[in-house]
């Protein structure tokens, strides 16, 4: 394959190294959550083992993006090949309904603003969590290792702290004015009334016991126990939503992925109520018809074709996205081969065209994500939020836990796909995906960024099959998004590509960075593994038979 430089319109150094490992590769956006991931498998656990560790891991050391009173989407890829998706959305309290809150009058139909703003910051944002157990799930059913053992590294850092980096304490900046107004965040966060400063250490003594509670009970110690009265009592006082029968009540989904054909490629990724699954299989059908390694990586020519395929899946996303124990959703058709060539039919490679779109998700941005592998075959990709950035923007008292608010996710108006009905649950981008050939699976990967997520993961698989990249340069490479008028493109491309794409009609938006750190690994015919992080992100790969990877600073950048 000719090497993807000598076509390439946009040159970019990766500032991170990737990891090279024998028996494992955990892979995560942070070291912390990295090493606890490889301390299971040098234990003898396998990925799921690992995968959990990390997710616990993670809800102490990016308490901004992720925590037991969440959402998540799992993608598991067992060693007799055989794969699933848990999903662990947050959805609906049972005492929802589509007049819970009050639109801002003459709002964008696009925009899920209410008076209050209500389903965006405190109590009443707050919808059912599935995080915690669908992670229990998971360990249960495919794992090794008792919970207690798996929750030990993040009861550590908990009880015993960590250092904040640049980017937790850039995140606590931007949430001060919220977090401010919560008395237990505000002790926690803004210590004297200001933002943790990068190198402080940072102690949560009451989530270290909520954890053991969790180690001790599983997750019965939120779903119907001690941590879930706390929360409920919590609801009750503050006019909160979520009850003990929410709770109790709640059930994790285990679905089938959606696969994908691609070039001789296998790319499957979770089903709704995720959109991923769909749109990138829809996106790869339609970039299918082109030559995208002739065209070359970040040249005008391919940067205009991406962005028109990303705004013909935005359109499409209204209809092809929700709940399907609420919602209809069309897949065969949206991820039909010849509804590809319908789409691809109607595309111009010499001018933008404006997409017909509907109604459009609203979707936090902060999400984080963790990929990792044992040398046994088993590979878990898995995405995990609270939603927005520290989600409702306050702690539940004697808990340490922040709550989400998926709330905001919902359409506060009758009618629409989204529209908020008791139990349903979020509609999400994550995108845990995996690329299999020849019924070996060669890549696993996620990232965070909300509606960014699909996009840029579509990105990133282009990057390695069509521009043959090595996976740090894929996970690192600039990207590009749009869902219509605007598109939004990385500072590092070029002046003289950002103008070739104005002479087509886009309207640009320079962006320090378009959506989150991706994380992925990449297994070879020997059976070794390479793992990779980019810089928008703390991320790092621990390997097993191998070494950390080198981490590469680049925090001062924003999200």
């Known amino acids: 394959m000719t090497n993807w430089r000598d076509r390439a319109g946009t040159k970019f150094t990766c500032e991170k190294q990737p990891a090279r490992g024998k028996?494992?590769?955990?892979?995560?956006?942070?070291?912390?959550?990295?090493?606890?991931?490889?301390?299971?498998?040098?234990?003898?656990g396998n990925a799921i083992d690992a995968a959990v560790a990390m997710q616990f891991a993670l809800t102490v050391v990016e308490p901004m993006m992720v925590g037991l009173v969440g959402g998540t989407t799992c993608h598991i890829r067992l060693a007799d090949g055989s794969h699933r998706i848990l999903d662990g959305m947050s959805a609906?309290?049972?005492?929802?309904?589509?007049?819970?809150?009050?639109?801002?009058?003459g709002a964008a139909p696009e925009v899920y603003d209410v008076e209050g703003a209500e389903n965006l910051v405190g109590p009443k944002s707050v919808a059912a969590p599935g995080s915690l157990r669908a992670w229990c799930l998971a360990l249960e059913r495919y794992g090794t290792m008792p919970l207690a053992d798996v929750m030990q590294p993040a009861i550590r850092h908990a009880a015993r702290g960590f250092a904040v980096t640049p980017y937790l304490a850039d995140c606590i900046k931007d949430a001060a004015t919220d977090l401010s107004k919560d008395k237990l965040a505000a002790a926690r966060l803004l210590p004297g009334g200001m933002p943790l400063k990068p190198g402080t250490r940072l102690v949560q003594g009451d989530y270290a016991e909520a954890l053991t509670l969790v180690s001790q009970q599983g997750e019965k110690a939120l779903h119907g126990g001690a941590l879930g009265d706390l929360l409920v009592e919590c609801m009750e006082k503050t006019g909160g939503f979520v009850s003990r029968a929410d709770l109790i009540g709640y059930k994790v989904a285990e679905r089938a992925p959606i696969r994908g054909r691609y070039r001789g490629w296998d790319i499957l990724g979770p089903p709704p109520p995720a959109a991923s699954g769909v749109h990138i299989t829809q996106m790869l059908?339609?970039?299918?018809?082109?030559?995208?390694?002739?065209?070359?990586?970040?040249t005008v020519d391919t940067f205009h074709l991406l962005a028109e395929v990303l705004k013909i899946a935005f359109a499409d996303r209204a209809e092809a996205s929700g709940d399907p124990d609420f919602v209809k959703v069309p897949v065969e058709r949206i991820v039909a081969k010849n509804y590809a060539d319908a789409r691809r039919a109607g595309l111009d490679l010499a001018r933008a065209i404006r997409w017909q779109s509907g109604l459009q998700a609203a979707e936090g941005a902060d999400t984080t994500h963790l990929t990792v592998a044992d040398g046994k075959g088993n590979v878990v990709s898995t995405t995990q939020t609270i939603n927005s950035l520290f989600g409702a923007r306050f702690i539940v008292p004697g808990t340490g836990m922040i709550p989400n608010n998926y709330m905001n996710n919902f359409d506060p108006r009758r009618g629409n796909a989204l529209s908020i009905e008791?139990?349903?649950?979020?509609?999400?981008?994550?995108s845990p995906m995996m690329a299999v050939r020849e019924g070996k699976v060669r890549y696993a990967l996620g990232l965070p960024g909300g509606r960014k997520i699909f996009p840029s993961a579509l990105q990133a698989l282009v990057n390695l099959i069509d521009h043959g990249m090595e996976l740090q340069e894929a996970v690192e490479a600039p990207r590009v998004w749009t869902e219509g008028p605007v598109l939004e493109v990385e500072h590092s491309i070029p002046a003289d590509v950002r103008q070739g794409l104005e002479a087509r009609g886009h309207t640009l938006k320079i962006m320090p960075t378009v959506a989150g750190g991706m994380n992925a690994i990449e297994f070879h015919d020997d059976?070794?593994?390479?793992?990779?992080?980019?810089w928008r992100a703390d991320g790092s790969a621990a390997a097993m038979g191998g070494g950390l990877a080198r981490a590469g600073v680049r925090f001062e950048l924003p999200r």
Do not use: Q, W
Not at 23 to 44: D, R, T, Y
Not at 422 to 430: A, D, H, L, Q, W
């Open 527 to 534: 059976g070794s593994m390479t793992g990779a992080a980019c």
């Open 285 to 298: 059908n339609i970039l299918e018809g082109y030559d995208i390694a002739k065209l070359g990586f970040g």
């Open 92 to 105: 609906v309290p049972k005492s929802g309904h589509p007049d819970m809150y009050r639109p801002v009058p």
């Open 422 to 430: 008791p139990g349903k649950r979020v509609t999400t981008s994550m």
């Open 23 to 44: 028996s494992g590769m955990a892979v995560s956006n942070h070291p912390l959550a990295s090493a606890a991931g490889a301390e299971m498998l040098a234990a003898g």
